[in-house]
T-cell receptor, first 109, second 114 residues
Framework: GIQVEQSPPDLILQEGANSTLRCNFS?????LQWFHQNPWGQLINLFY???GTKQNGRLSATTVATERYSLLYISSSQTTDSGVYFC???????????FGQGTRLTINP | DTGVSQNPRHKITKRGQNVTFRCDPI?????LYWYRQTLGQGPEFLTY????????KSRLLSDRFSAERPKGSFSTLEIQRTEQGDSAMYLC????????????FGPGTRLTVL
């Protein structure tokens, strides 16, 4: 099946710093989503981005489908950005999301 | 748009008991998915429905697990004869249309088997 690798596994930053999270995947996809998992376990949709670039406030994402990677950028980090960020992909012809292992982001005040 | 809802949010049970979880998808969504997440891992696919038809089941879904979506609206996931290894967060998601659509997740049901 498709492999999804996220890096780094852990990231610790000071408030106000910028961060870049990476997601590599091993096959062609027709869906790629970024999620933030809150402390209660709910997956919050950040981006639906099988290709191209999108921005939403301090967050932006870019997926280069031909090179099989996606990047999530967080600018001017706030403590509320802390948590686990997941990348998930749906391979062409499949009907399910395959998740990476996540990046645990800690923003210190 | 009320989002995906799941009940109960938490369930504690003794080994050997049966449990049932419910998921209500976003109303116009025709696809419904179940995932399971254990501590420190990303969610893993269990099964999905298109309308009332269950179209795919993961090998993770043992014979003790059964899922239904009787009228193409809400879905239930039942685990019979629970084991301690079933302790996990059970997540439901829904999407609209065909393959490749964005999936939206509910808050999950956290199961603890004692």
């Amino acid at each position: 099946g498709i492999q999804v690798e996220q890096s780094p596994p852990d990231l610790i930053l000071q408030e106000g710093a910028n961060s870049t999270l990476r997601c590599n995947f091993s096959d062609s996809v027709n869906n790629l989503q970024w999620f933030h998992q809150n402390p209660w376990g709910q997956l919050i949709n950040l981006f639906y981005i099988p290709s191209g670039t999108k921005q939403n406030g301090r967050l932006s994402a870019t997926t280069v489908a031909t090179e099989r990677y996606s990047l999530l950028y967080i600018s001017s980090s706030q403590t509320t950005d802390s948590g686990v960020y997941f990348c998930a992909v749906e391979r062409l012809g499949a009907q399910k999301l395959v998740f990476g292992q996540g990046t645990r982001l800690t923003i210190n005040p | 748009d009320t989002g995906v809802s799941q009940n109960p949010r938490h369930k504690i049970t003794k080994r050997g008991q049966n449990v049932t979880f419910r998921c209500d998808p976003i109303s116009e969504h025709n696809r419904l998915y179940w995932y399971r997440q254990t501590l420190g891992q990303g969610p893993e696919f269990l099964t999905y429905f298109q309308n009332e038809a269950q179209l795919e089941k993961s090998r993770l879904l043992s014979d003790r697990f059964s899922a239904e979506r009787p009228k193409g609206s809400f879905s239930t996931l039942e685990i019979q004869r629970t084991e301690q290894g079933d302790s996990a967060m059970y997540l439901c998601a829904s999407s609209l249309g065909t393959s490749g659509g964005a999936q939206f997740f509910g808050p999950g049901t956290r199961l603890t088997v004692l």
